[in-house]
């Protein structure tokens, strides 16, 4: 499996694909591969190597998700109640109509409560401005920041339906996390540090660049619609207002490796308990009831194209996680968990296999047709040469 998969990644470089990438491969107690190919920046010298640093983006979303869940085990949150009890921010919450004729937001209150659960799922009624042209338009109405900006003002945006009555992908995790903030008293990485970083080893995942981090920082890309690459400077607030639970982690392929592995092995790994079992289990079933994930339509091409990892197959959500209902193409068996991250960061867990793997690239925009054939390229390895 370690050749073949040295062949897929190497060639993917080689053709001009992609400037670098990493991968790994693990079952819950060891890991079964790790390399790195290509450069950290398209033309420099510096290769890419195991430990290189990436933006993780939304693959912050499980490490929020599980902080949010070892509250809720502890009876600091409850999962179903109002979420306002903890942040009262989210009581003032209003869902958008529509516009009037001076293209002005016409809001109103929710039917609803938005809860943990909401946020978790992606069932708040919480949007993204790049898939959802209706929060664009009351950013620009508003004057009201982007989510990448890490305000306060960023999270603050309207619903695009009441709470629990449909699927939309957007900025609930990074509420999730304030939550998390209001419950335990510690700001978000300091709670990450104590109750997730340090318990599982998990020693180049943080919101901050630290400078020996920064030394093994892999370069963002663009790629233009002739299908080149070009370098594009990018960063997220390195003191922000707002630690974003959704969106800003930077972080290594070993470190995310380890989470996935504890999750793999019941919330645990060499002997730290993060999770009860149960919990876990119960992260990975649908959440969401009758409601599908659904396709995810750009408004912003620059940041991402059209989004469907399954096409015609019904996608469920756990607390965290996409959850696939039918055997992948490429050998992912049914209630496997997975995501991704914006600069085409992609991981999948597979409780029934014991087994879990990524990729990981920093080019923009999110599904990146070439990176997207060389994950299913990657995983199709994987499983087809397993023992």
Not at 83 to 112: H, I, S
Not at 236 to 261: K, N
């Amino acid at each position: 499996m370690q050749n073949r998969l040295d062949e897929v990644l190497s060639a993917a470089v080689e053709r001009g694909d992609i400037p670098g990438v990493v991968a790994t491969v693990a079952n819950g107690s060891q890991s079964l591969y790790e390399n790195a190919f290509g450069q950290r920046a398209l033309g420099g010298d510096e290769a890419m190597t195991s430990d290189s640093v990436f933006w993780i983006a939304s693959m912050t979303k499980a490490i929020t998700g599980i902080a949010a869940m070892q509250l809720v085990e502890r009876g600091v949150i409850e999962l179903d109640g109002p979420a306002a009890e903890y942040l009262p921010e989210l009581g003032e919450t209003q869902v958008l109509e529509g516009f009037d004729n001076n293209d002005q937001p016409l809001l109103r209150a929710p039917k609803n409560q938005i809860t943990l659960r909401h946020l978790l799922t992606h069932t708040s009624g919480f949007a993204y401005e790049i898939w959802n042209e209706d929060i664009g338009k009351y950013q620009q109405a508003t004057g009201a920041p982007g989510i990448l900006n890490a305000e306060k003002a960023s999270l603050k945006m309207p619903l695009v339906f009441d709470p629990g009555t449909g699927f939309e992908y957007g900025i609930g995790l990074a509420w999730a996390g304030r939550v998390v903030e209001a419950a335990s008293g510690q700001r978000l990485g300091d709670y990450f540090q104590q109750q997730l970083f340090e318990p599982l080893g998990m020693r180049d995942t943080a919101f901050k660049i630290r400078p020996d981090m920064r030394e093994r920082l892999v370069h963002m890309h663009a790629r233009g619609p002739d299908g080149s690459l070009i370098l594009f400077p990018f960063e997220t607030p390195q003191d922000p207002e707002v630690q974003l639970g959704g969106e800003a982690l930077y972080g290594t392929a070993p470190d995310y490796q380890r989470l996935m592995q504890m999750l793999l092995n019941g919330g645990e790994l060499d002997g730290e308990r993060v999770l009860k079992a149960d919990t876990v289990a119960r992260m990975g079933r649908n959440q969401i009831g009758v409601i599908d994930f659904a396709a995810m339509k750009t408004v912003m091409p620059p940041l991402s194209n059209d989004t469907d990892f399954y096409p015609g197959m019904q996608q469920k959500w756990g607390l965290s996680f996409l959850i696939n209902t039918e055997k992948s193409p490429q050998g992912r068996p049914a209630g496997s968990l997975s995501w991704a991250g914006l600069p085409n960061c992609y991981y999948w867990i597979d409780p029934k296999t014991q087994i879990s793997g990524a990729i990981y690239t920093q080019i923009l925009p999110f599904f990146d047709p070439k990176v997207v054939d060389l994950f299913r390229a990657f995983e199709s390895t994987v499983y087809d040469n397993l023992d």
